[in-house]
């Protein structure tokens, strides 16, 4: 199921971030491009998620984007009944989805419906223009 | 990362000497307050906030200006000199905001206890008011929004164009992986909201008073957001409650039976955001709870068989229900056999739990109302009294940075 937005109103899209996080910038500059990337620590190798300017683990400020395979799979999701903000048309499901390089992220599917989803499901990204300004990674299930 | 939580083994090496802990039995609750609970107050928040400080003074058998310490949420959208301002507290020599919502419901208390037990200051009042049935909603994406765009954390522009906007949704993730996980059902659930609101019929001042609900009604109760159905949400209220801290030995010469601060502890294990724990190895458990649980434990020196009642923070019923496991009141992955029926966690069973009705059945004040419950269980008033109780256990808000406190009787 493709999740339906109302036009008329704004995606709740946090544009603030680029100011407070620079860290997350190199992520939606690749999501322009359909691109999914992965920040990793240059020093000990360990994905960073989200993005951050020092490695949790070896305190290192060194990092690098990588791009990821795209493939993964359903880890869990939940399914909105009732729209909880004007700019999504409810029922629609976001998902949380386990990528190959074992980092977890939000994103919906394209083309399932909420009851053809289960854990453990492959999946793979695909990239959606859901605004004019606005491009998204999104998942659907493995040919 | 989070090696103590995945082998269950909580090292206690590094920590600090449990005997160098000066709020250990040497601080105590002394007064409690509260406003009435409603859904539609027609009052703002300052006044519920003062008319529950007021009340609480007033139980503990104190003046407005013995009160020298005052303590809130950094949530609280009142200006905290204005609150001192209207109650004509003169004295104040101590103030103190704690962050992080409903996960900070008792780490109020501990920092109060900490401040008192300190000699910085003598009462401290701590209180939480909200409006969160006719006014602002946190629950609601479209008022949420603006409120955490503010916020400097990174995660939420990863969530909201996917329309992952809610505390529910984010709750239901993790909720969804534990069912799938231990092979949770339906029917299990429903036993944490259906006990609730059994309790909440012996307490006047509980909102869904009067209105029980039986197994059948949860199971027909429509899905607000898949896993989570309508009972399985907390109720928006208006209303205020407060409570007063101050030393053991002071608390021995004021009116009330002192609810003795045996443990308090705080918790923020790695990866720990808003409900939205997905970077953890598991995700199917509460790791703030079991942090802060172990942290209480290890302070009271007691274990969870010698905890004769808990208030546990369930902002929605399953971060009632696995908060059993992660504190110990029933094995990983069994909570769910644990509440079938009900009778484990009833007056009378095995951990009697949620005693006012809890945030889904009493009233949903940030976890202040569960305090309350906890202190009222230690002087023997609740409207659902436990025997005997000696020691009484309150925790925060799950998913969230997390705290809790054991009380015991002086
Ligand atoms: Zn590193």
Redesign the pocket.
């Known amino acids: 199921m493709t999740v339906e937005y109302n036009a008329e109103q704004k995606i709740p899209y946090p544009a603030l971030w680029h100011v407070l996080y620079r860290s997350s910038t190199p992520f939606w500059d690749g999501v322009k491009e359909d691109k999914l990337l992965l920040q990793k620590?240059?020093?000990?190798?360990?994905f960073?998620n989200p993005p951050r300017p020092m490695?949790?683990?070896?305190?290192?400020m060194e990092q690098e984007w990588v791009p990821a395979t795209g493939k993964g799979k359903l880890y869990s999701w939940v399914t909105y009944q009732e729209s909880p903000h004007p700019a999504f048309k409810a029922p629609y499901s976001a998902v949380l989805i386990e990528l190959e390089e074992g980092v977890r992220i939000v994103s919906n599917m394209v083309k399932v419906k909420p009851e053809e989803l289960q854990i453990g499901m492959p999946v793979q990204v695909t990239f959606e223009k859901v605004a004019e300004d606005l491009i998204l990674p999104k998942f659907e299930t493995m040919s | 990362m989070l090696d103590e939580y995945v082998s269950r083994k909580y090292r206690d090496d590094w920590r600090p000497p449990v005997d160098a802990n000066l709020i250990k039995n040497k601080v105590a609750i002394v007064g409690i307050g509260q406003t009435k609970f409603t859904r539609d107050s027609q009052r703002d928040e300052l006044e519920m906030a003062v008319e529950s400080i007021k009340a609480a003074v007033d139980d503990a058998g104190l003046k407005m200006e013995d009160i020298d310490g005052m303590e809130m949420f950094t949530i609280d959208r009142l200006a905290m000199p204005m609150v001192i301002s209207t109650l004509g507290m003169k004295n104040i020599r101590f103030t103190s905001e704690v962050s992080f919502g409903g996960g900070a419901a008792c780490a109020v208390t501990m920092h109060a206890a900490a401040a008192v037990a300190t000699g910085a200051t003598n009462y401290v009042v701590c209180f939480r008011s909200l409006n969160e049935a006719s006014g602002q909603r946190y629950g609601r994406g479209d008022s949420y929004a603006d409120y955490m765009l503010k916020a400097v954390t990174p995660h939420y522009g990863y969530h909201w164009p996917f329309g992952f906007v809610t505390p529910l949704a984010w709750a239901g993730v993790w909720g969804k992986r534990w069912m799938h996980e231990f092979g949770i059902t339906r029917e299990q659930i429903g036993w944490w909201p259906v006990v609730l609101r059994e309790n909440a019929q012996n307490n006047p001042n509980a909102i869904y008073h009067g209105r029980p609900i039986t197994h059948q009604d949860y199971m027909e109760s429509p899905m607000i957001v898949d896993p989570l159905k309508l009972h399985d949400c907390c109720v928006d209220t208006d209303g205020a409650c407060a409570y007063i801290v101050t030393t053991v030995e002071r608390a021995r010469d004021l009116q009330q039976t002192p609810a003795v601060i045996l443990a308090a502890a705080q918790s923020c294990p790695m990866e720990q955001e808003i409900q939205t724990i997905y970077s953890r190895p598991v995700i199917s458990g509460l790791v703030e709870t079991w942090y802060a649980g172990q942290e209480l434990y290890r302070i009271a020196e007691v274990g969870p068989d010698d905890i004769d009642v808990a208030q546990l923070y369930d902002p929605y019923s399953i971060g009632g229900i696995i908060q059993l496991e992660e504190l110990g009141f029933c094995e990983r992955g069994e909570s769910g056999r644990f509440i079938e029926g009900g009778d484990n966690i009833r007056v009378g069973g095995k951990i009697p739990v949620n005693t006012s009705g809890g945030l889904l059945s009493e009233a949903y004040i940030h976890g202040f109302n569960l305090v309350i419950e906890g202190v009222r269980q230690i002087r023997g008033t609740s409207t659902n009294q436990v025997d005997n109780v000696e020691l009484s256990m309150v925790t925060a808000g799950p998913g969230v940075p997390s705290s809790g406190i054991i009380l015991r009787k002086d």
């Open positions: 620590c240059k020093s000990c190798g360990s960073l490695c949790p683990k070896c305190q290192s």
